[in-house]
C-alpha cells in the first residue's frame, strides 16, 4: 500500500543577501495543508545559496477557513503541485 501524500512543509525565512528569488513561471498551485488540498499562488521562488532545493512563497488563492496556511514552504512535488484544473490531485492511496 502507498503512503498518503505528505502536507507541504513551512520553510523559515532566510538570509536575504544569500538568497536568489525569481518570478514563477507557473503560478496556480495545490497546496496539501492539514490533509486538505488548498488552492494558491506562488508568487516568488526562492533559494539558498549555500543549500540544495527551493522554497516557494505561496498567497491562498481562496478565502481562508481556518488557520491562515499561506506563506513559505519548501517545495515538494507530492505536496505543491501545479493546479490545471478546479479538481484537486487524487493522492496517492485514492481520490480525497
Not at 57 to 85: C, H, K, L, N
Request: charged letters at 30%; one cysteine or more.
Amino acid at each position: 500500500m502507498s503512503n498518503p501524500v505528505p502536507d507541504a512543509r513551512r520553510a523559515s525565512p532566510g538570509i536575504a543577501w544569500k538568497e536568489r528569488r525569481t518570478a514563477p513561471r507557473h503560478a496556480a498551485v495545490w497546496v496539501r495543508v492539514g490533509g486538505r488540498w488548498r488552492r494558491g499562488r506562488i508568487i516568488e521562488w526562492v533559494r539558498q545559496i549555500d543549500r540544495d532545493g527551493w522554497d516557494c512563497v505561496i498567497m491562498a488563492d481562496e478565502p481562508v477557513s481556518g488557520p491562515p496556511w499561506q506563506g513559505r514552504y519548501a517545495f515538494d512535488p507530492r505536496s505543491i503541485r501545479a493546479r490545471d484544473t478546479d479538481q484537486p490531485p487524487a493522492d496517492l492511496a485514492g481520490a480525497e
